[in-house]
């Protein structure tokens, strides 16, 4: 279908309806110009209107004419100030253009686009508008006079992208806002119901709403890579400092440069280039195949037609085919059953059975999270489908393209979140710093060419010239020479990072959050033996539960209470699960599964509705967390000594899971238990007993947790088991001491009676799970929480309470939280957000799609799986065991020192170069092309690349690299040294001048070249050469974040080359080497000169080193700089949370309980 495209600008500026504000009041035109959509949500975009301006857009391309390119420059790198200097502000409802802004502050421009529809599309988008005729005589609201001719009504349509998803304008809310799926408030029952196949010309109006179904990363040509590299502001700048240099008749050193830019740039375009097409070719395969969908017809009938996946809609109805399928889009099951693999979301091999959404639960809304279990999501592979009788396995879809769970993503890949890292922004202040010493020295030059009385393009050119200087080229690409460096050896280690500026940002990891199961433990469970009920309490642990007879209700639950199959003559599911009914034996006795419910994190259990062969009734197994099970048994049925039994396993690490049964109505039929809720056959349950099962720690664990808390580094951990499992575990692997003592937070909801309350329990309390947390008395428990040291442990429920009726204490509880249980996914994310609001720079360490929002929001996300999902984690280990942790906070450490002394190595050089050039200018000459080739590419280009070759130490230490460029430390270590470069070299310029042989450099005829064989030259050379290599071992420190220097092979190698072919210039003077450097020299005089110029060279050396060393580790300085301004508030809130608590004599609240509101 074609669509024509109109402008409906006009028209809906034109429109009835009232614009009414936010507030309410009403608006008309520019007072409509700024909306905020989806505010308080991570997609929040801030919207400002724009509009053609043919007037703006003339003076400002006559602009860009007369600054030869410069304006359309600045706007391509500003945008949004293009969008100001092109158009005008405008309402919402007439923008052509739309300035951005997203909930990370981050700025954008969109154009909106326009296009006319059909009849049928939803209407909530439509504007109207009427073409009038010729002889119309005026339109007004609408309404057209009796004596014109109209024409029919146009239906428009206005949008825009961002991100990939679409944003269509709404006129009754006088707003643009996303286009949703089926994925929003859509009831369940619409989804039973009122999907039955679309019409063809249904089809393609939705098609025309929503888009292709395809998530298509574009690959840009090399071309177009290269005129967005060039554009780059860095190469514009190398681009003018070429033609800078060859208008100078530098010509040998702007061709140097000139063929290591185009190097770089080709590596970069190939790097790039090759970055997209990897993930084209990972995401272009699910856009190719076909589906089968059901399609209506005329007579009212459906038929199943087979489609390209591009043309799914949300809505469709999808047929899965017995044999299984990769799904193309996100679709809820409405009949049959279909078992998936979704490894490529969670990195669990294991498959994964989806059940149709039932009738009960028609009343609840859908919601992707909620209803899990019913959505096979896109990318995923549907292994097998089932259905009873030949009725077909159906699927209505929700989601497609980029608003699908891969899409999304894809999208997190493409668009990550900005960094906020001080380190980046530092260095752009300081860049800024130094074009203002450049404008001081540009002064000073045309001031020395005009007293010379030198030309005018010569004033200009060496005047430039000076920028060139202060501000190298190659400055900003050596602020991440560490970073590449530490990529390649973590990639050589087996850890794969997406986003390097992360590595910078892990070096200064504060807290690491780790999941237990699969991360600090090992993946499988081995069963350890069951506990069965005799009398009122329960019996020992039996070891072997195939000694159990099979007739018993114990081991049915065991036998059928999972969400096994057989796939290929093997049984596959859960791991749990297989060990489970393997540990049974089961024997030829037949019981059948009508029905599973299955387990989801939020229910926390699982159950089956079974009937054995020849019985009547059904029968249904539940089993889940023990606190669950207990809460829907008949209270009758429970074992007193539940609740010492069930501490006496978790506090040893045991995972611990309860079993409970039913007899169901023998006049509950099969299509009435398809039907009928969960939660009116899960209750009045029966209690069988607990399955006691083992997780061993994984070997490295204990190691790792040691190695990081001997840094200082926190470590706490983040599950979704049992409380007193992960306690158990945390103490085993090290997070808490063997003598720590543990509190554990129980929050009691308000009630009509009594407000919400808070109060610590001691983790070894018996009833601590058993008992519901109201009739728990512990004023007379007596916890020392100064002495021994004190952890706090949150299950998810408290946690949920806390954040609603506790927030002020919210700080308090996560600083000294050390154990958080029973954790749903968002609530990991929640926990992570809270460390980094007190301003821990946190690292989270998962394996699993339960950790990947936490992973994702963590300063550091490192995943230990291999799966598609993995990817939106900033860095992924291929080595399953939390070993990569250290790995990854050394070389953090080691880019971040690298980063901060190449940085600062690059900032001297250019100081350096700054000082020569000033005093050769005021003696009327400068450095020679060869002589300024050697400094720049054989001394400083070559050292700053192998600077950052120093591989990290291989100790983590307690001590934390700096993170503030323009720290009082580094400013000082900056200042310093340029202060030194300074004296040396104005010490070696008077020391000439007070020699009785020298002459000074005379002036040249206007329009000849400088002189630059003179002494002066020589001279400012040869001390500046070795200042270059001074400052590379001044700012090459070792330990404790970095290998010895002298380990940097490439960077000694260098070093003694440069130093001693800067020796042999200055000591054995060869005439064919002094001719090629342009140096003047004299070869059987002036001995004595050279060996004082050398004698500076090593004094500057002596000095600059021990001034470094002093100001560097010096406690001392940095308390006095403290002192100086004035600082009594520790900088990391954090900091000022743990000094409260520890003066406050009544925190934790644990006699006494803390009342919410």
Partial sequence: MTHRKVDVRSSVASMTYDRLGEDGVKETGPANHRKVIQPGTDEELILHGYKSSACKAFLFYLMTLVSLGMFY???????????????????????????????????????????????????????????????????????????????????????????????????????????????????????????????????????????????????????????????????????????????????????????????????????????????????????????????????????????????????????LPSTGCTMPCDAVLISGNAIVNESMLTGESIPVTKTPVTVSEENEIYSVEKHKRHTLFCGTSVIQTRYYGNAQVLAVVVRTGFSTAKGELVRSILYPRPLDFKFYKDAMKFIIFLFFIASIGMSYSVYVYILHKEGFTKTVIRTLDIVTIVVPPSLPAAMTVGTYYAQSRLKKKGIFCISPPRICVSGKTKLVCFDKTGTLTEDGLEVWGVLGIEGSKLGPPIMNVSSIHYTSPLVAALATCHSLTYLNGQLTGD??????????????????????????????????????????????????????????????????????????????????IALAHRTLQTKLLWHAAQRIPRDQVECDLTFLGLLILQNMLKPETTPVICKLQYANIRTVMVTGDNMLTAISVARDCGMIGATDRVLVAKVTPPAPDHPPSLIFEPADTPDIIAQPSSSVNCGSVNVEVSNPKYHLAVNGKAWALICQHFQDHIPRIIAHGTVFARMSPDQKTQLVEELQAIDYI???????????????????????????????????????????????????????TTNFSVFKYMALYSIIQFVSVLILYSAYTNLSDPQFLYIDLFIVTVLAVFMGYTGPSLELVVQKPLGNLLGAINLLSILSQIFLVILFQVIAYFYLLKQPWFEPNKPTESGKE????????????????????????????????????????????????????????????????????????????????????????????????????????????????????????????????????????????????????
Avoid at 856 to 876: D, N, Q, R, Y
């Fill in 842 to 896: 946190v690292a989270m360490c998962g394996d699993g799609a339960n950790d990947c929002g936490a992973l994702k929001t963590a300063h550091v996300g490192i995943s230990l799986s291999e799966a598609e999902a993995s990817v939106a984690a900033p860095f992924t280990s291929h080595t399953n065991n939390i070993e990569c942790v250290p790995h990854i906070v050394c070389e953090g450490r080691c880019a971040l």
């Fill in 575 to 656: 791991p749990l699960d297989v060990k489970m009914f393997e540990a049974t034996k089961w024997v030829p006795y037949e019981i059948g599964i009508v029905r599973q419910f299955p387990f989801s994190s939020s229910t926390q259990r699982m159950s089956v509705m079974v009937r054995k062969l020849g019985q009547q009734h059904m029968d249904l197994y539940a089993k889940g967390a023990p606190e669950v099970i207990q809460s829907l048994c008949q209270p009758e049925s429970l074992p007193k000594d539940l609740g010492s039994v069930l501490t006496q396993y978790t506090v040893q690490g045991f995972r611990v």
């Fill in 1010 to 1157: 400088d002189n630059v064989v003179s002494w002066e030259t020589a001279t400012i050379f040869y001390v500046s050469s070795f200042q270059y290599l001074t400052l590379c071992v001044t700012y090459s420190p070792g330990q404790p974040f970095r290998k010895s220097m002298f380990t940097n092979v490439w960077l000694t190698i260098s070093l003694f080359t440069m130093t001693a072919t800067t020796l042999l210039m200055l000591l054995c003077p060869w005439s064919w080497l002094m001719d090629l450097m342009q140096i003047k020299h004299d070869s059987n005089s002036y001995l004595m000169f050279r060996i004082a110029l050398l004698l500076i060279a090593a004094t500057h050396f002596v000095i600059s080193l021990s001034t470094e060393h002093i100001i560097a580790h010096n406690s001392t300085l940095k308390k006095c700089f403290q002192w100086l301004r004035c600082k009594r508030e520790p900088k990391n809130r954090y900091k000022t949370v743990l000094r409260d608590v520890d003066e406050d004599p009544n925190w934790p609240p644990v006699g006494t309980p803390l009342y919410g509101y």
């Fill in 73 to 319: 420059l600045i706007s391509y790198w500003k945008p949004h100030w293009g969008l100001y200097w092109k158009r005008r502000k405008c309402s919402l409802s007439e923008a052509d253009a739309l300035f951005l802004k997203d909930s990370d502050g981050q700025t954008h421009v969109v154009l909106v686009k326009s296009e006319t529809v059909e009849a049928g599309f939803p209407s909530k988008y439509v504007i109207f508008s009427q073409c009038v005729s010729s002889t119309s005589i005026g339109v007004q609201n609408g309404a057209s006079e009796s004596t014109h001719l109209t024409e029919p009504h146009h239906r428009g349509v206005r949008y825009f992208f961002f991100q990939h998803i679409k944003y269509m304008w709404v006129p009754e809310k006088i707003s643009f806002v996303r286009v949703y799926g089926y994925d929003h408030s859509t009831p369940i029952s619409s989804l039973l119901n009122d999907f039955r196949g679309f019409t063809l010309q249904e089809q393609m109006q939705r098609q025309q709403l929503y888009g292709h179904n395809v998530i298509s990363v574009e690959v840009k040509s090399y071309g177009h890579l290269l005129i967005t590299e060039i554009l780059n502001p860095f190469y514009v700048f190398q681009i003018a400092s070429i033609l800078l240099w060859s208008f100078d008749e530098y010509y040998l050193y702007a061709t140097c440069i000139f063929i290591v830019s185009c190097l770089s740039i080709i590596v970069s375009l190939y790097e790039t280039h090759k970055q997209s097409q990897s993930l084209h070719d990972m995401v272009e395969a699910s856009n190719t195949s076909t589906v089968s969908v059901l399609r209506s017809t005329p007579d009212k009938t459906t038929v199943e037609v087979e489609i390209i996946t591009a043309d799914l809609v949300p809505g469709d109805i999808v047929v």
